[in-house]
């Protein structure tokens, strides 16, 4: 990213001299490494700040062409509130918007019998993830691919916790609109970008940041020339190491588990359904333990409860309470995540930090 911070600071837009070519040269590399990672084209790719704003665009660029008519949208009970919150708010503008939230089963997955009954009800848009960023739980993407199989339906997946992290194949799936965050895996904060499928008749999505004209006039705004090239490498590391790293933090996300499972025994309660999971990903709730004390105890280790954005509020977790736990359980979770730099020494000190504080906390 270095170089195109300093001297090749050139702005893609600018054509007209070696400067901007040379970054416009580095943006279409980025786009190709993204792309590749997930079984798209580089003219799919439109990039954005985030998963957020790529969530954002998907679905009120989507919504604002259909003022006016009845739209039904599904989307799951435990999405991410830049998908929740997003739907509410276009449900506020838009009055023939009508949203169903599908439930899920005590471990997280989707139900699929009540998402057939949506469907069967008729609907433009389904708004459904692929992994949960509080319990790591995966959706089942083909079951819900056969689902839809001869139903006009458009289907956009929030994808920020998969990508990079277990294979997602766009050729393989009826997905239409994928957002993909570069911070998830390894890249810099404030950049990502939302696949858009070239299919017949188009998706007509209306941008909703106007201005020059950038992105093929989907998201207007100078483009973030470093943090693309750090995602674009960010994603063509993830095709290489990916897979490697998925198993070694299966494995250490594992020895965790056991770990806290042998010391605390039914004081714990893993939360997510124990196979269908990231490899990185581990949601604990402890009994009888407060929450936002056990947090506070363990300000050393970087955890969270709940999502990482609204963690420190007061608020449970929608995603544990969508699958039935307990208002005190839900406040009494801890989310743990693993990365790339995770090694087996930084887990057991981990492990040993989190059982001597419940133990104290539990007291
Ligand atoms: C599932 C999911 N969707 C959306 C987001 C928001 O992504 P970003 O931080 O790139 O806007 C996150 C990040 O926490 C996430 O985990």
């Not at 503008?93 to 998402?115: E, P, S, Y």
């Not at 998201?219 to 750090?230: C, E, H, K, Q, W």
Request: charged fraction near 20%.
């Amino acid at each position: 990213m270095l170089p195109y911070l300093r001297e090749n600071f050139g702005n893609p837009s600018s054509r007209t001299h070696d400067f901007g070519l040379n970054a416009a040269a580095a943006v279409e590399t980025a786009r190709s490494h993204v792309a590749a990672l997930v079984g798209a084209t580089p003219r799919e790719i439109i990039f954005t700040s985030g998963a957020t704003e790529a969530n954002n665009l998907a679905i009120k660029g989507l919504c604002a062409g259909w003022q006016g008519q009845a739209a039904h949208i599904i989307t799951c009970a435990t999405e991410h509130p830049a998908v929740l919150d997003v739907l509410d708010s276009v449900g506020g503008t838009h009055k023939d918007l009508r949203v169903t939230r599908v439930k899920v089963d005590g471990q997280g997955i989707i139900d699929l019998d009540a998402l057939e009954k949506a469907l069967a009800q008729g609907a433009r848009l389904l708004s459904i993830m692929a992994a949960n960023n509080e319990t790591g739980v995966l959706q089942p993407l083909d079951e819900i691919t056969q689902r839809l199989q001869g139903r006009d339906v458009i289907w956009h997946c929030d994808a920020a916790q998969a990508v990079g992290k277990i294979p997602v194949n766009l050729r393989q799936t009826r997905i239409d609109l994928l957002s993909i965050s570069a911070h998830k895996i390894h890249g810099p904060k404030g950049q990502g970008a939302l696949f858009i499928r070239r299919r017949r008749p188009p998706l007509r999505l209306q941008a909703q940041i106007d201005g020059g004209g950038q992105e093929r006039g989907l998201r207007s705004g100078t483009l973030n020339v470093a943090g693309i090239v750090g995602f674009g490498e960010a994603c063509r590391l993830c095709q290489i190491e990916g897979a490697a790293d998925a198993l070694r933090l299966g494995i250490l996300r594992d020895q965790l588990q056991a770990r806290l499972q042998e010391a605390l025994g039914d004081r714990i309660l893993i939360n997510g359904h124990p196979q269908c999971r990231l490899p990185n990903a581990l949601n604990v709730s402890f009994r009888g333990v407060h929450g936002p004390e056990l947090l506070v105890a363990l300000r050393d280790v970087a955890l969270s409860s709940g999502a990482a954005c609204s963690s420190g509020s007061d608020t449970p977790s929608h995603v544990l309470a969508a699958m039935g736990r307990d208002v005190t359980l839900a406040a009494a979770s801890l989310r743990f995540g693993l990365g790339r730099s995770t090694t087996v020494a930084d887990v057991e000190w981990a492990a040993t930090r989190v059982i001597d504080e419940v133990r104290s906390c539990g007291k």
